[in-house]
């Protein structure tokens, strides 16, 4: 909590709740490999993260919980058999690229939770796949997702959805335009 980070090249099996959790914390993180979390993989609340190479492998809850008004930008990454991979709240932003989605009950998540803060998260992705998720996307109203390549398949909600570069949506609908 209020602090700085530099977390490399850990693994953390079989947590009781939250593997990782940081509040309001600048961190970068490289080379992490969670397993069995009983609650969230990693949790973030306020903090501004870089993070390179994760595996989050069953997730009780979610395996990337992003809230709260954090920043969070992740390189490399594979989030599988868990709840929700990626929850992305509280006006918070995420950046995804190279990321990889399987078998989760919810790939990603855009919503509101904590009513301070008034909307959902944002979400850009590039490069990411979305591999057997029962729902790829859901994405709250006022939430926002950003694509730099094709949308995935499962979507529900009625949140923006834009493809960068490519089309645009219109934010009334959340429908794809030419």
């Known amino acids: 909590v209020y602090g700085d980070a530099d977390i490399r090249d850990i ?11 940081l509040d309001y914390t600048k961190a970068n993180i490289q080379g992490v490999t969670i397993k069995n979390a009983r609650n969230d993989g ?4 306020g903090a501004m ?10 997730a009780g809850d979610k395996g990337l919980s992003v809230g709260e008004g954090s920043t969070v930008t992740i390189k490399r990454g594979f989030v599988k058999n868990s709840v929700i991979g990626a929850a992305v709240k509280d006006a ?16 990603i998540s855009s ?7 008034g909307k959902p998260g944002e979400v ?6 979305f591999l057997e998720n029962l729902v ?3 994405i709250e109203e006022g939430g926002i997702f950003y694509a730099k390549q094709a949308l995935p398949s499962r979507i529900s909600g009625p949140g923006v959805i834009r493809l960068i570069d490519q089309l645009e949506s ?3 609908t959340g429908q794809i335009s030419n």
């Open 11 to 21: 693994e953390v099996t079989n947590c009781f709740a939250d593997c990782i959790d």
């Open 42 to 45: 990693v949790d973030f609340m």
């Open 49 to 58: 993260i870089n993070l390179q190479d994760i595996l989050i492998v069953k």
């Open 92 to 107: 918070s932003h995420l950046k995804l690229s190279d990321v990889i989605f399987r078998n989760n009950e919810v790939a």
């Open 111 to 117: 919503f509101k939770k904590n009513w301070r803060f």
């Open 124 to 129: 850009i992705v590039d490069r990411t796949e």
């Open 136 to 138: 790829d996307l859901d």
């Open 170 to 172: 219109t934010p009334e």
